[in-house]
């Protein structure tokens, strides 16, 4: 079973725009959740994250929004860059009676220049 | 380490020989784990370890995948008779303490290819 879902494998944005990507998850124990980045040949990278006691997180260019009630996550990005062009995993972990974090499929990033 | 290394990165063998690849974490990382990418797929989690301990190896495939983590830093990962389904980027990923929440670390990857 898929604990965690990004039901959209890519995403193609035009430089400068904004980049949304969204992740849904089905276990209410999940009471943290991370974004990766990877670039081809090399291990996913953490990028932002985010505690279930907030809504919101903000980084720079990356901000994550938690909708607890829909158990929806997304990650924005924005202005999105030529470089952002990546597989971003949306991944989440906590109290579930397991040390793992759990990923989703990933969503590929295309930003045009 | 400076960051965490897998090798090989590229292995290449036979249907039914057996394989094993490596991992060697952040040092003084406690946990480390071993997942698995297949094409087209999500990161697939395959084993945990807290030091030598593996308190969650829910992940493993079948019995013909194990894995063994020594003076709680190298680890091992040995997939016996390989099948064409084992084909897949394995990736090893170490943290700080284990706890949930905390971010890992990734190594490369091994890409495997089981012809």
């Known amino acids: 079973d898929q604990q965690v879902k990004q039901n959209s494998p890519s995403l193609s944005v035009q430089e400068g725009r904004i980049s949304i990507l969204n992740c849904d998850y089905t276990n209410s124990m999940f009471d943290y959740f991370l974004w990766y980045k990877k670039y081809p040949a090399e291990g996913p990278t953490f990028l932002i994250s985010i505690s279930s006691i907030k809504d919101k997180n903000e980084d720079g260019r990356f901000t994550v929004f938690l909708n607890k009630s829909a158990k929806h996550l997304s990650l924005h990005i924005v202005p999105s860059q030529p470089g952002d062009s990546a597989v971003y995993f949306c991944a989440a972990s906590g109290n579930t009676g397991g040390f793992k974090t759990i990923f989703g499929a990933g969503t590929r990033l295309f930003v045009k220049a | 380490g400076a960051g965490v290394s897998q090798s090989p990165s590229n292995k290449v063998t036979e249907k039914g020989k057996d394989v094993e690849l490596r991992c060697d974490p952040i040092?003084?990382?406690?946990?480390l784990y071993w997942y698995r990418q297949s094409l087209g797929q999500g990161l697939e989690f395959l084993i945990y370890f807290q030091g030598n301990s593996a308190p969650d190896k829910s992940g493993l495939p079948s019995d013909r995948f194990s894995a063994e983590r020594t003076g709680g830093s190298v680890s091992t990962l040995t997939i016996q008779r390989t099948q064409q389904e084992d084909s897949a980027v394995y990736l090893c990923a170490s943290s700080s303490t284990g706890i949930p929440r905390e971010k890992l670390f990734f190594g490369s990857g091994t890409q495997l290819s089981v012809l």
């Open positions: 040092s003084g990382h406690t946990a």
